[in-house]
T-cell receptor, first 114, second 116 residues
Framework: KAGVTQTPRYLIKTRGQQVTLSCSPISGHRSVSWYQQTPGQGLQFLFEYFSETQRNKGNFPGRFSGRQFSNSRSEMNVSTLELGDSALYLC?????????????FGPGTRLLVL | DQQVKQNSPSLSVQEGRISILNCDYTNSMFDYFLWYKKYPAEGPTFLISISSIKDKNEDGRFTVFLNKSAKHLSLHIVPSQPGDSAVYFCAASAKNYGGATNKLIFGTGTLLAVQP
């Protein structure tokens, strides 16, 4: 079974631009969560989607948004990029998003904002 | 406010010896804890977990210990192997944490280097 895939793997943008990242979960998984990883902050929860609905949201500004499609693929969008948005963005999938389910992470998209 | 803390950014251990990675938490609502391992250019992979109703969980060379009164958990790797060299993240979960079901709160990670 193929793992979680994320595209693109690397991205360079300038301040003020917007970016869209994509995540394809493991086949059959309906829950997709997004995390931001920065040095010194660890992984921080952005949001979780299940059945095309955002179920949970972390403490990030409204510039960070996402969506999920009927095939469970998810996209994350960051508008008006800031230098501090430079990070590794990880998505994780699980079957239903129940608390004790193992979450499987993709390799991440490394975003650099100049 | 870092609710899950890994105070050692790095750890170096000789092959064959024990590696002990530590994690502290502040939120008493956390009742489920996990360890993830991350190699460069890969996503974190689940390693082992423990529920707060237990104080120890073993899986092969990996054992996690939980001390609820101290709000401390540790991961023991015995014996350590060069392939264990990676960043290890501690994570915690609580029921209905801000409405979230599967939200994980991660520490900042510890880089383990196992020397041959």
């Amino acid at each position: 079974k193929a793992g979680v895939t994320q595209t693109p793997r690397y991205l360079i943008k300038t301040r003020g631009q917007q970016v869209t990242l994509s995540c394809s979960p493991i086949s059959g998984h309906r829950s997709v969560s997004w995390y931001q990883q920065t040095p010194g902050q660890g992984l921080q929860f952005l949001f979780e989607y299940f059945s095309e609905t955002q179920r949970n949201k972390g403490n990030f500004p409204g510039r960070f948004s996402g969506r999920q499609f009927s095939n469970s693929r998810s996209e994350m969008n960051v508008s008006t990029l800031e230098l501090g948005d430079s990070a590794l963005y990880l998505c994780a999938s699980s079957l239903t998003g129940e608390r004790l389910e193992t979450q499987y992470f993709g390799p991440g998209t490394r975003l650099l904002v100049l | 406010d870092q609710q899950v803390k890994q105070n050692s950014p790095s750890l170096s251990v000789q092959e064959g010896r024990i590696s002990i990675l530590n994690c502290d938490y502040t939120n008493s609502m956390f009742d489920y804890f996990l360890w993830y391992k991350k190699y460069p250019a890969e996503g974190p992979t689940f390693l082992i977990s423990i529920s707060s109703i237990k104080d120890k969980n073993e899986d092969g060379r990996f054992t996690v210990f939980l001390n609820k009164s101290a709000k401390h958990l540790s991961l023991h790797i015995v014996p350590s192997q060069p392939g264990d060299s990676a960043v290890y993240f501690c994570a915690a979960s609580a029921k209905n944490y801000g409405g979230a079901t599967n939200k994980l709160i991660f520490g900042t990670g510890t880089l383990l280097a196992v020397q041959p």
